[in-house]
């Protein structure tokens, strides 16, 4: 199997990154502070005042780690890489479904009935875990979207049109965020779920979330680009300049098994607390910087945990997951196999 | 045959150990480094160094770029000796080196085999045999390049070049001895695309389950 290589993540204001033979030196105020071997690294992702020297962004790009920078609240600003890998075929061949209805619309709709089946299963274990000190009207909800999201998910299955698909996935969302809130256990209502909002997060649940889509869609990118996809050209997303509608794809699917599940036991285990957020004076709510560690942290461990992949039936580390989809996704598009198989994880 | 459509020598070897790896080396550019390509490489690095050494009357030159028209292949040799020939000339001797034991496949050969077209077009001049040196055990074994060898490199090259100029990856069935011992093994998933498995069923039976 594949290693999993770690994503070096640097936040601290002022930090300066350099080469030194083959290994990453993390520096702050020209104190050494970290340094890592080139070879353990897949990707290296800084937030915020941090700088790399050219040597070093020469050596990440040339060992093939793609370097990508984001601001201080995770908005991405660049990425640095080498030469692009893979076919120019097979994009060919991505291009070519893309433009296609049945064939685009048979890859969409795996994605979006594996999306409403992990969301599902997201909802099940919070039933299972502490359904019992739900109130019976919350309980009652719960169960309700369950039964309602193995329903869409069924018709998405079937579904032919594209349009309509990305309405079972709005339909599935809807239903989920509307229940989201009662699979966290915390009662403080600092921490309360007022329903899905983004740009700005509106609460603590949805600031946690959007950053950990931030750093997720960041590796559906990189695994894209790992197997020769081109990251913006999308099936489910419609292509729009500057939006990496494939990673988009790609991360749908993920999403609940590898993010939902970490913000939710993240809270619900007091990880995180209402100190660690910042609510500004228009009701936005931030991460706060100091505690992006604490997030960037369990997100790495996260990663390093291992499943067997259902499709594949191989043991796999989490972290390793948005490759592995990204290279069936090409085999699929290659004709290796007859669709995709998206990612469904009990 | 214009230089864009020359193909890779290395190519007819992955043809003839699998066509799938072959198309996902030189279509997919796909590679997978594992321990056996790392030794290889380090090995080739050394013999692949352009150098050209003197001993006893054979001129032992490593690295010479080769091109066969008749072919269609183009590629580099690890080293060809050349041999003092009874009219003073040089009689080039193309001598490949190969980790681990010799084959029961033809691949190695027909490699060779291929390198002989390449230098007798490029010296002018016919070559009747060549060596491949294996590291286990070391030794040469001495290959004629005789009508059975060259009708054989003929039908591999004029079939690898249909295969990459179709652009598709063809499907291959999963073989123990052959996949357990390819480095591409996790990019090709034989069990996978190769067994016709359905996604779309295991898609189906998700949803009941």
Known sequence: MRKLLNTLYVSTEGAYLRRDGLNVVVEVERVEKLRVPLHLLGSVAVFGQVSLSPALMGSLAEAGIVTAFFGT???????????VSGNV????EQYRVMDDGPDCTRIARAIVAAKSLNQRSVLQRALRDHGSALTDAARDAVIAAIDRMQDIARRALHETDLDRLRGHEGEAAALYFGVFGHALRVTDPALAFRGRSRRPP????NA?????YTLLVHDCRGALEGVGLDPAAGFLHRMRPGRPSLALDLM?????PLADRLALSMLNRRELVAGDFRIMENGAVLLAEDSRKTVLTAWQERKREEIEHPFLKERTSLGLLPHLQASLL???LRGDLDTYPALIWR | MSDADLIALSALQHFLFCPRQCALIHIEQAWAENAATAEGRVAHERVHAVETEVRRGVRTV???PLRSDRLGVTGIADVVELHRAVDGGWRPYPVEHKRGRPKAHRADDVQLCAQAFALEEMFGAEITEGALFYGLPRRRSVIVFDPVLRDLTREVARSTRLLLAAGHTPRMAYEKKRCDACSLIEICRPRITGAERSAADWLKAQLDA
């Open chain 1, 73 to 83: 609240n995770g908005r991405f600003l660049a990425r640095v890489e080498g030469p």
């Open chain 1, 89 to 92: 075929l097979l994009r060919r």
């Open chain 1, 202 to 205: 509106m609460d603590v649940p």
């Open chain 1, 208 to 212: 946690l979330l959007s950053f950990l």
């Open chain 1, 252 to 256: 749908e699917e993920l999403r609940a």
């Open chain 1, 330 to 332: 090409a085999r699929a």
């Open chain 2, 62 to 64: 490593t690295g010479m």
